[in-house]
């Protein structure tokens, strides 16, 4: 769900998130609404927090620009996402990216999770801060920033 793109891996290098790793606690019933909120860091990688029809922190892994796995102790949900709509700024002046952008996600679970369905949708802000030389903004060199991720949608646990 995080679009680093061109802009933002112009500013992109290596950076880092601490990553939160909790139980899995299971609402009242098997479907409903899921929220899930994704902070990540420069290098695409960070932590996802879900709430609804259970309760988790975990691990998100982007594994391609539109499929990410959020491992949680219990299982693994896997997260296809499609950008509906995108909006860039990036200032030459500063190297700072400023992204926002919209779209669609199914989700599929495995291992413990097996069975578990959703879709929804997500918005995605964030800022990338990258160096500044006395060339101007470095393709190279390591950066900064933060992407945050709010998405939802019907959710259930399946069988």
């Not at 029809?53 to 299982?75: C, E, I, W």
């Not at 950008?83 to 599929?108: K, M």
């Amino acid at each position: 769900m995080r679009r680093l793109g061109l802009v933002a891996g112009a500013v992109l290098g290596a950076g880092g998130l601490a990553v939160l790793v909790s139980g899995l606690a299971f609402g009242a019933g098997t479907s409903g609404t899921e929220q899930f909120t994704i902070f990540a860091g420069a290098n695409g990688s960070g932590s996802v927090l879900a709430s609804g029809v259970f309760t988790a922190g975990g691990k998100d892994v982007q594994v391609t620009p539109n499929l990410d796995r959020f491992v949680f102790s219990q299982g693994t949900l896997l997260a296809a996402h499609q950008t509906t709509a995108n909006h860039d700024r990036f200032s030459p002046a500063t190297c700072v990216a400023n992204l926002s952008e919209t779209g669609v996600y199914q989700i599929t679970g495995t291992g413990g999770l097996a069975g578990a369905t959703g879709h929804g949708t997500y918005v995605l802000h964030g800022t990338l801060i990258g160096a500044h030389t006395a060339a101007g903004c470095s393709q190279t060199a390591a950066g900064v920033g933060t992407l945050v991720v709010h998405a939802s949608g019907p959710f259930s646990l399946g069988g």
